[in-house]
């Protein structure tokens, strides 16, 4: 008996624990403020945006060779910072494309709390950027990495856009964190949910899913099941 209530204090120890801790597992702030000379993309300005709540948040940014062209809204994962992307941008800028690479704000000391009403803040605040730059609505790609697709896919349900690229997506925080700590009640305990599947069907734009199946982080099953909630063309 003894045993048996060590052991349900040990186990509801460990799931206060996972809410508590829960932001700091899934952000991982870096405050890096990477040059994008030293990276490979000379040709992209480093340039603070700031928020309507006051803040500055870090960007690299390179317009259209081309009115006309797509320009590329890139909201990155949770971890590394804008120019561990370089390279993923690359080809884009060759083709003459717009690029903007958005840092969050608990990144490059930009003194802000992660949370997803505020990665949500932050991606309408780069859209707010691009509309001034001149650039309309249905030119800019959105294009989600991993915990950024979230926020694209809750952006393209709100923005008429015109596309949106999710590479490695999931189909909602809850889901992922019953995969990953499955011995708990996770998702009861997830705060920020990022549910793509709940605002997939809202998405008027074409739509393009990329996943690899060596995934470990975001199983491959949780990117086809985003994807065959998402209404065509995709």
């Known amino acids: 008996m003894e045993y048996t209530v060590f052991a349900l204090v040990i186990y509801v120890a460990l799931i ?8 700091s597992m899934l952000y991982h702030p870096d405050q890096t403020i990477p040059d994008p000379v ?24 390179r317009a259209p060779r081309d009115p006309i062209s797509p320009v590329l809204l890139i909201i990155h994962g949770n971890a590394g910072n804008i120019g561990d992307r370089a390279h993923k941008v690359r080809d884009y800028l060759d083709e003459g494309y717009g690029v903007l690479l958005l840092s969050y704000r608990y990144n490059a000391r930009t003194g802000g709390d992660p949370s997803e009403a505020h990665l949500f803040a932050d991606a ?10 001149g650039v309309p609505d249905d030119r800019i790609v959105l294009f989600g990495e991993s915990l950024g697709s979230g926020i694209a896919v809750a952006m393209a349900a709100e923005f008429p856009v015109g596309a949106l690229v999710l590479e490695a997506p999931y189909s909602s925080m809850p889901d992922m964190a019953q ?8 998702r009861w305990l997830v705060r920020d949910k990022f549910d793509s599947m709940s605002r997939i069907s809202k998405v008027s734009a074409p739509i393009l899913v990329i996943h690899g199946e060596a995934d470990t982080l975001i199983p491959p099953k949780f990117g086809r099941r985003l994807f065959d909630a998402a209404p065509e063309p995709k």
């Open 16 to 23: 206060v624990l996972l809410y508590v801790l829960q932001r």
């Open 38 to 61: 030293a990276l490979g993309v000379p040709e992209m300005t480093a340039l603070r945006i700031p928020t309507e709540d006051g803040l500055e948040l870090l960007a690299w940014w």
């Open 124 to 133: 309408r605040t780069a859209i707010m950027f691009l509309r001034q730059e």
């Open 179 to 186: 995969h990953h700590y499955w011995y708990a009640p996770s």
